[in-house]
C-alpha cells in the first residue's frame, strides 16, 4: 500500500518543518505584497535550497483575489529569477483587484490563502525530493485524464494535506475543508471537462475518500480535534 510506504521512510518526514516553511514563505510573500502591491510585478527568493518565485498583477475585472501556484523544474537556465537548469522552483501566482489594498479587512483572507498555496506545493517538493512519480500537469487535464490526475499519490497527498493545514489554522472541523477543496476541484472541472454532474460526483466522491484515507494515516490526530 503506498501510504504505509510513503510514511514508514523517515526520510520523507518533517510534516512539521513543511507547516512552519510554508507558514514564513507566505509571510516573506505578503510582506512583499504590502510594499510593492500597487503595481505589476515579479520577485524571486531562495530558500532551504528551493526557489520561490512570485509574479504578481492586477485585474480590474476581478472581484478580489486569486492565488493558484505550480512546483516545476526548470529545463533552463533562467537568469531573471537566479534559477539554474534542473532546479526545481515554486511559483505563486497572485492576482488582486485593484481596489483590493484600501480593503485591510480582506488582507488576512489573502495572506491565509498563500499560505495555504505554498503549502500544497512545497508539498509536491517533499515528494520530488523522495522522487515520487509524478502525473500530467493541471494544465493537460481531459475528460480522460481527470480521474487519474486527482487520483494520483502525488495530488491525494497535497490536497489531504492541505485540506488539514487550513483546518488546523482556522480550527475547524477538518470534514468541512474537505468539502470546501472538493468543491474547488468540482467547479473546476466543470469549467474543463465536458464530464456529466452525476459523473464527476462519482469521482469526487473517490478522491473524497481517498484523502479521509490519508489523512487518517498521515494526521489521525484531525479527528479528534
Not at 484600501?102 to 495555504?116: P, V
Not at 481531459?142 to 492541505?162: G, M, Q, R, V
Request: some cysteine.
Amino acid at each position: 500500500m503506498w501510504l504505509k510506504r510513503s510514511f514508514e521512510s523517515k526520510k520523507y518526514g518533517g510534516y512539521n518543518q513543511i507547516d512552519a516553511l510554508a507558514n514564513s514563505i507566505g509571510r516573506t510573500i505578503f510582506d512583499l505584497l504590502k510594499r510593492k502591491g500597487t503595481s505589476p510585478f515579479y520577485e524571486s527568493f531562495r530558500v532551504n535550497n528551493l526557489n520561490i518565485v512570485l509574479v504578481y498583477d492586477i485585474d480590474a475585472t476581478q472581484s478580489d483575489f486569486t492565488v493558484p501556484g505550480a512546483f516545476r523544474v526548470s529545463s533552463i537556465d533562467v537568469s531573471e529569477v537566479g534559477i539554474k537548469s534542473h532546479e526545481p522552483y515554486i511559483v505563486i501566482n497572485v492576482t488582486c483587484n485593484k481596489d483590493f489594498w484600501s480593503l485591510q479587512n480582506r488582507w488576512e483572507d489573502l495572506n491565509f490563502e498563500i499560505k495555504n498555496t505554498v503549502r500544497h506545493e512545497l508539498e509536491h517538493s517533499n515528494q520530488y525530493k523522495h522522487k515520487m512519480d509524478f502525473g500530467k500537469n493541471i494544465s493537460s487535464i481531459t475528460n480522460e485524464n481527470f480521474k487519474d490526475y486527482y487520483l494520483s499519490e502525488h495530488e491525494i497527498a497535497s490536497w489531504a494535506s492541505a485540506a488539514y493545514f487550513s483546518a488546523t489554522k482556522k480550527r475547524v472541523p477538518i470534514e468541512q475543508e474537505i468539502e470546501k477543496k472538493l468543491g474547488e476541484i468540482f467547479l473546476y472541472a466543470k469549467k474543463r471537462v465536458s464530464l456529466s454532474e452525476s459523473a464527476l460526483w462519482q469521482i469526487i466522491q473517490q478522491i473524497r475518500d481517498k484523502w479521509i484515507e490519508y489523512i487518517y494515516y498521515r494526521y489521525p490526530e484531525a479527528w479528534t480535534k
